[in-house]
T-cell receptor, first 114, second 112 residues
Framework: AQSVSQHNHHVILSEAASLELGCNYS??????LFWYVQYPGQHLQLLLK??????LVKGIKGFEAEFIKSKFSFNLRKPSVQWSDTAEYFC????????????FGTGTQLKVEL | ETGVTQTPRHLVMGMTNKKSLKCEQH?????MYWYKQSAKKPLELMFV???????ENNSVPSRFSPECPNSSHLFLHLHTLQPEDSALYLC???????????FGPGTRLLVL
């Protein structure tokens, strides 16, 4: 069975700081990878996803993530965060070619201070 | 974003009550999901429906009973819940079970 680890549970940054949130997964086969974001009081929204092709994926609101297969990682980055990026970020993985289960990490709570 | 809606948004119930959570998707998807989100724990997949048939049940207690009358609607019937069932219950849908899932706002449930 697959699993996802997000090692940073809480991150506090000042506006304009750079962001990198770690995500590592364990699974023996190929996977699809996702980052979801949950803004305060709002529902989970898809930020970006990787299915195949260029391992550097660009998502909404200036976020990007890089799939490094050798490291089983899919870290989320943003060069310059804004106060409005304050939210909880979830990494998720789903095996390719079968299975219904989207497995989530425990989430990283990001707080951006003015 | 109103693609996936859930009602009610908040629910307080006693352990002997029966209630139902409703999810509706307006995206033309044919797969729907129930997740449980508890504090400090990863989202837990509860049930998966594809073309109105249940295709996955992740060892969920029988006090949770899903129902999918058509591809646009999904219910979660609740009966004799326990306080530890208090959580945010999220509904999601996707075009096929292998495709990207889109989430509703959730129902915040408190069991007293």
């Amino acid at each position: 069975a697959q699993s996802v680890s997000q090692h940073n549970h809480h991150v506090i940054l000042s506006e304009a700081a750079s962001l990198e949130l770690g995500c590592n997964y364990s699974y023996g086969g190929t996977v699809n990878l996702f980052w979801y974001v949950q803004y305060p009081g709002q529902h989970l929204q898809l930020l970006l996803k990787y299915f195949s092709g260029d391992p550097l994926v660009k998502g909404i609101k200036g976020f990007e993530a890089e799939f490094i297969k050798s490291k089983f990682s899919f870290n989320l980055r943003k060069p310059s965060v804004q106060w409005s990026d304050t939210a909880e970020y979830f990494c998720a993985v789903k095996p390719k070619g079968g299975g219904n289960k989207l497995t989530f990490g425990t989430g990283t709570q990001l707080k951006v201070e003015l | 974003e109103t693609g996936v809606t859930q009602t009610p948004r908040h629910l307080v119930m006693g352990m002997t009550n029966k209630k139902s959570l409703k999810c509706e998707q307006h995206l033309g998807h044919n797969a729907m999901y129930w997740y449980k989100q508890s504090a400090k724990k990863p989202l837990e997949l509860m049930f998966v429906y594809s073309l109105e048939e249940r295709v996955e049940n992740n060892s969920v207690p029988s006090r949770f009973s899903p129902e999918c009358p058509n591809s646009s609607h999904l219910f979660l019937h609740l009966h004799t819940l326990q306080p530890e069932d208090s959580a945010l219950y999220l509904c999601a849908s996707s075009q096929e079970v292998r495709e990207t899932q889109y989430f509703g706002p959730g129902t915040r449930l408190l069991v007293l």
